[in-house]
């Protein structure tokens, strides 16, 4: 693949295999991005109520259900679907 975004003086040989690279690196940047936000958020666990922050890479590590997400609570000490506070 060739991108001639500097005319057809200068081809860049780009593999597709780097349009890959660039898509997953946008990918990871909106998820870490997106984490973070909701890291600054409380999540209220369902077993015991306790109220608590986590990680940013454990919010995007954990499956989320309609605002709900499978988080381990400091509280209890089990793993559970967290609603999220404030
Ligand atoms: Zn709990």
């Not at 057809?8 to 690279?21: D, E, H, I, K, T």
């Not at 898509?23 to 998820?31: D, I, L």
């Not at 919010?59 to 381990?72: E, K, M, T, V």
Request: proline content about 5%.
């Amino acid at each position: 693949m060739t991108v001639n975004w500097f005319g057809n003086r200068v081809a860049l040989p780009m593999p597709a295999w780097a349009f890959a690279l660039a898509g997953a690196a946008v990918f990871a940047a909106v998820c870490v991005t997106a984490g973070m936000i909701l890291a600054r958020k409380e999540y209220v666990c369902r077993i015991c109520g306790c109220a608590f922050r986590t990680r940013w890479y454990r919010i995007i590590a954990s499956p989320q259900h309609r605002g709900d997400r499978f988080l381990y609570c400091p509280g209890c000490g089990c793993k559970s679907w967290c609603a999220r506070g404030r």
